[in-house]
């Protein structure tokens, strides 16, 4: 079954904290994206890569940082959790020069 | 800047009628726009899509159309029904150049079907 998915699907950490989000998806995508989801403000990229050890910056960047070592995995690290980090967290992939995007299932994240 | 605008939070409709979710775009340059569903505790799927150049799209019950004058398209729902509740979100796609291209997503609409 094609799939994307994420651990953990829930965490609550404190400030300052690291954490590891990861990501893995079987269907061989090229790109891979890591989305924040927060109330009126929709999905919003914080990094995207095109293939493996090619990566770049999104709309929401800051306090984040990913690695792209293996095709298949895009885990989205955080170095030093602030509250403002409290969200919901969708990582995604899909072909390089198509549209359809793939979604995991969310990681629900609260930072105290 | 917020280039795709779905300025309905929300949608409450009777099971068996019509649903009419809209989206609004800033940037002539898309040139494809799409509609996903989401399910809470779930990722956002695919629903459907269009290209910047066609004006209508049907795919079952589910039409997209597009205006491009009015940089404006809606996502119909008919008949619409309670598993149609969701969340809907609007997304568009820019082409970067080359092989590189991105989607902007909207806020999201959340339908109700009522029974």
């Known amino acids: 079954e094609a799939q994307v998915t994420q651990n953990p699907r829930y965490l609550i950490t404190v400030t300052g904290k690291k954490l590891t989000v990861t990501c893995s998806q079987n269907?061989?995508?090229?790109?891979m994206s890591w989305y924040r989801q927060d109330p009126g403000l929709g999905l919003r990229q914080i990094y995207y890569?095109?293939?493996?050890?090619?990566?770049d910056k999104g709309d929401v960047p800051e306090g984040y940082k990913v690695s792209r070592k293996e095709k298949r995995n895009f885990p989205l690290i955080l170095e030093s959790p602030s509250p403002n980090q409290t969200s919901l967290y969708f990582c995604?992939?899909?072909?390089?020069?198509?549209?359809?995007?793939?979604f995991g299932p969310g990681t629900r994240l609260t930072v105290t | 800047d917020q280039q795709v605008k779905q300025n309905s939070p929300s949608l409450s409709v009777q099971e068996g009628r019509i649903s009419i979710l809209n989206c609004d775009y800033t940037?002539?340059?898309?040139?494809?726009f799409l509609w996903y569903k989401k399910y809470p505790a779930e990722g956002p799927t695919f629903l459907i899509s269009?290209?910047?150049?066609?004006d209508k799209n049907e795919d079952g019950r589910f039409t997209v159309f597009l205006n491009k004058s009015a940089k404006h398209l809606s996502l119909h729902i008919v008949p619409s029904q309670p598993g149609d509740s969701a969340v809907y979100f609007c997304?568009?796609?820019?082409?970067?150049?080359?092989?590189?291209?991105?989607?902007?997503f909207g806020t999201g609409t959340l339908l109700a079907v009522q029974p």
């Open positions: 995604a992939s899909r072909e390089q020069v198509w549209y359809e995007q793939y």
């Open positions: 269907m061989n995508h090229e790109y």
């Open positions: 269009i290209s910047s150049i066609k």
């Open positions: 997304a568009a796609r820019l082409s970067l150049g080359g092989a590189t291209n991105k989607l902007i």
């Open positions: 890569s095109m293939n493996v050890e090619v990566t």
């Open positions: 940037n002539s340059m898309f040139d494809y």
